[in-house]
């Protein structure tokens, strides 16, 4: 009996080809554009789950909090607490891993001539293998990293510095100041993790470059990870923390401090904390891109539904033959069940392979290396065949009971047409979802690029463009001077200053006691370490007192500058107030010498607070500067360039040569939002196209419907004009109740979303009216065609037909 289902099945999809194929390229596109997000929202889900003991890894978080500072809540921690919890506490930790880079932007390597930056070498402690499974296709896992001076690399790092050769216990050299032996290499991961790393250096090594790394308790540069042991719970060990910043930690921190353990598999998606080690994910976009995915595979099936009954009336005497020649309903029903399944695994089979083209430009899109492998991936198999077996049932289950319920006396009359007002609301419904639907995601498009739009052109404070950004090595720091100086002598730099951190990106967050404050008390602020030329540089307003000056040698233990928020927030007055007014830091008992007009010192998704910049002390000049920023000149840039690098080779030729537009990498904090208002674009199109295929399929029902008014309407005078207005004028009564729907859902949807910046757009109307006129402009293109075919058509030929 199934056999002859889908027998009967194909025959008839095959005679009637045009309707067929309709239905499948729709639901094919759909279930096409339901697997690329699925796919998308597998690989963000999937992040750090691969490791066997991922249940009972958490992050270590630092939290520093003050009633009248800013603070910071840190995704590392101080180096020597994973040693003290692991000693302290044996009962409930089964081992502890960190990892740690100096903080340093790039570290060097060097095999013979080949000597280059690398921007993921963390030293990490022997234990990494033990608490996570990163596989090594060399090397043994236990021993790898337990001696100083060795590293295991990835493949793509030994392949760059070795190319053919075996890597084991080769050699690179390490910052040009010591060896490191190759003891493993690193298997490609199967899954993504939030830890980018290329090399993992033994930690034992980094002792050789700063011998009292574990004395500090205050810095906090290592993300540090915590294996429990089997029964353990986190509360348990939070539990445990007061008792231990209490016995470890300085005095003067103690009551500011607390600290908490993360999840390892919250991390990618629900974590956005100070110092990550690489930007998140966000669980707000997955929610997005899930919506979008259930949304256009239901315009999918609704347009299954409304080609099905818009065909009833064609096949409503083989369903009155069928029930006269005995058939029971139940078996009808099977039929048409039969069918929409057979319709929607063809569907399937057409939506691989439209996935498999679409895939790299998807990829290239969302900026993720996506896999399709079926035979790799049980989960999506069989999501794959639950999606077939869904939706042909879905979309086929009202057509088949609509068409089987058909009373043969009439169908054979020729009445089966007259299918009642239940089933044409529901057609009408359904369409109303459909555009409803689409015009939501219209106005999700604009919105969302309305806002990358504003917040990239929004002014920052301070000059972004024509600042080229050189990352320096400790060694360089005693020569700074030394390559400014030269730096300036080229013709295309217009001002050379240095930094500690990335302005507009990142920062660090310094102890302050201020004047009125209780000596001995100390509270954090987020602050720069700058170099004179830094206010000129960028560009920065001077709205009260002077910028740090040569003329002023004393500025960097005696000098401070903050912006207008310090200001308020410490309630000094006016900028002028607060001129001269104590702002001491570590080992410096510093004056306020001006104040700048505020400026977004990090992304503009956050609100400007309280901020300072500050000279680094020469004994720490070292650790505070890591970057050079120079103003450049548009005109003749293949010159300027030619010039850095004669003066980097002259003072550094054991480091190469690295720079980077500081606009081009501010937009980069941007790029979540920007392939989320891409995403959410191209599949609004294709959301739109799926339902004009809806609409059409309801226009055509509509006017075979109506074929013999027409023909009489023509009879007796109507015009062209006149029989296209009666046929579209009920789709466009659709849309506006579409809009009626979408609009205030939509409001709601991108205010909530809107909520996450603190620099954000108001919806603007226009974008309501703009999402109108253009559901209301494809509404009616669509329907037009038949509209006008059935027009056209002879009226002789329409009276006789029925």
Known sequence: MLKNYFKTAYRNLMRHKFYSAITMLGLATGIACFLLIFLFIQDEVRYDRFHTKADRIYRLISKLDSEEGQGEESSSASLPVAKALQTDYPHLIEATVRFFNFQQPTLTLERGEKKLNEKHLFFADSTVFKVFDF????????????QPNTIVLSQELAEKYFGNEDPMNQVLKFEGLFELKVTGVLAPLKHPTHIPFEGLIAFRTAYKMAPHLDRNWVWNPAWTYVLLKDGASPQELEAQFPEFVKKYYPEFIQPQITQYLQPLKDIHLHSDLDYEMQPNG???????????????LVIACINFMNLATARASGRAKEVGIRKVSGAYRSQLIGQFLAEAVLLSFFAVLLALALVEVLLPLFSGISGKALDFDLLTNPALLTGLIGIGLLTGLASGLYPAFFLSAFEPVKVLKGQAAKTGSG?????????VLQFAISLGLIIGTFVVNRQLEYMRSVNLGFNKEQVLVLPLRPPLVSKTEAIKNELLTGKGVVSVTHMNEILGESHNTHEVNYEGMQRGKWIYFPALMVGEDFVKTFGLEIIAGRDFSRAHPSDDSLGILINEAMVKHLGWGTPEQALGKRFSTAGSNEKVIGVVKDFNFVSVANTIGPFALDIPKKRMGGFFTKYLALRVSPANFDATVAHIEKVWGKFSPQYPLEYFFLDQRLDQQYKTQENLGKLVGYFSILAIMIACLGLFALASFTAEQRT?????????????????????????????????????????????????FAYRIQVPVWVFALAGVLGLLIAV??????????????????????
């Open 135 to 146: 596989p090594l296709a060399k090397g043994n896992p236990a021993e790898a990293l337990s």
């Open 708 to 756: 013999k008014e027409i023909g009489i309407r023509k009879v007796m005078g109507a015009s062209v004009q006149s029989i296209v207005y009666l046929l579209t004028k009920d789709f466009v009564k659709l849309v506006f109740l579409a809009a009626i729907i979408a609009f205030p859902v939509a409001y709601f949807g991108t205010y909530r979303w809107l909520e996450n």
């Open 781 to 802: 293109l669509t329907v037009s065609y038949q509209a006008i075919k059935a027009a056209y058509t002879n009226p002789v030929k329409s009276l006789k037909w029925e």
């Open 282 to 296: 966000d669980i707000n976009n997955l929610f997005i891109f899930g919506v979008i995915g259930i949304f256009i």
């Open 423 to 431: 089933s044409a609301a529901l057609r009408k419904g359904l369409v």
